[in-house]
């Protein structure tokens, strides 16, 4: 019975790395709940062009593949920063 709502709370919760929500990542909006009760700013409306839109969702890919390598960058120098440089002669 609640499942539907727990996963529309994983999918419209930012992820910590991209800072955006799955939602978003896939569809290129937020999604809409109950209760926004606003209207969408002008800014934030998808186009209806597909060749425009089919643009905005690419830049979104691409933002999305930066934030995760720079997270990911970021990982991993802080489960480096006590590791030795071990050097194996034959």
């Given at each position: 019975?609640?499942?539907?709502h727990?996963?529309?709370?994983?999918?419209?919760?930012?992820?910590?790395a991209?800072?955006?929500?799955?939602f978003?990542?896939?569809?290129?909006?937020?999604?809409?709940s109950?209760?926004?009760?606003?209207?969408?700013?002008?800014?934030?409306?998808p186009?209806?062009?597909?060749?425009?839109?089919?643009?905005?969702i690419?830049?979104?890919?691409?933002?999305?593949?930066?934030?995760?390598?720079?997270?990911?960058a970021?990982?991993?120098?802080?489960?480096?920063?006590?590791?030795?440089k071990?050097?194996?002669?034959?």
């Amino acid at each position: 019975m609640f499942l539907s709502h727990a996963e529309f709370a994983c999918n419209s919760a930012p992820s910590k790395a991209t800072c955006l929500s799955p939602f978003k990542e896939v569809n290129g909006i937020d999604s809409i709940s109950p209760l926004d009760l606003i209207p969408w700013p002008l800014d934030q409306k998808p186009s209806a062009d597909a060749a425009v839109r089919v643009e905005e969702i690419r830049m979104i890919h691409e933002l999305v593949r930066s934030r995760i390598e720079k997270t990911n960058a970021s990982y991993q120098a802080h489960a480096n920063k006590h590791k030795k440089k071990v050097v194996f002669q034959p």
